[in-house]
Nanobody
Framework: QVRLVESGGGLVQPGGSLRLSCAASGSIFSTLAMAWYRQTPGKEREMVAT???????NYGHSVEGRFTISRDNAKNTLYLQMNSLKPEDTAVYYCNAPYVAWGQGTQVTVSS
C-alpha cells in the first residue's frame, strides 16, 4: 500500500512561482509512474503532468512551458515546479500513482 501526502500549496500572486511536493510511503515509489492532477469546483479533474519511471514527462496544454514535473526516487518524492502562475491555475492539486493511490490534495490560489 502506498500513501501520498502533498505539500507546498498556498497563495501566490500572478506571475509568481510555487513548488509542490508529494511524499510517498513504502518502498515501491521508484517502480511507479506518477502524475499531478488539479480540480476546481464544478469541473472534472484535469491532468497537469505525468512522469514515467524512466523520467519521461508529459504536460497538459495549459501548463506546458510553465510547469515542470520531476521525481527524486532516493527521497520517495514527486515535485511540481510551477512558474509564471496565472489566476486560472487556482485549484486543488493532487498527486497520483495511477491505479494505486491518490493524495489528499493541496490548495493553490493565484490572486493579487
Amino acid at each position: 500500500q502506498v500513501r501520498l501526502v502533498e505539500s507546498g500549496g498556498g497563495l501566490v500572486q500572478p506571475g509568481g512561482s510555487l513548488r509542490l511536493s508529494c511524499a510517498a510511503s513504502g518502498s515501491i515509489f521508484s517502480t511507479l509512474a506518477m502524475a499531478w492532477y488539479r480540480q476546481t469546483p464544478g469541473k472534472e479533474r484535469e491532468m497537469v503532468a505525468t512522469i514515467t519511471t524512466s523520467g519521461m514527462t508529459n504536460y497538459g496544454h495549459s501548463v506546458e512551458g510553465r510547469f515542470t514535473i520531476s521525481r527524486d526516487n532516493a527521497k520517495n518524492t514527486l515535485y511540481l515546479q510551477m512558474n509564471s502562475l496565472k489566476p486560472e491555475d487556482t485549484a486543488v492539486y493532487y498527486c497520483n500513482a495511477p491505479y494505486v493511490a491518490w493524495g489528499q490534495g493541496t490548495q493553490v490560489t493565484v490572486s493579487s
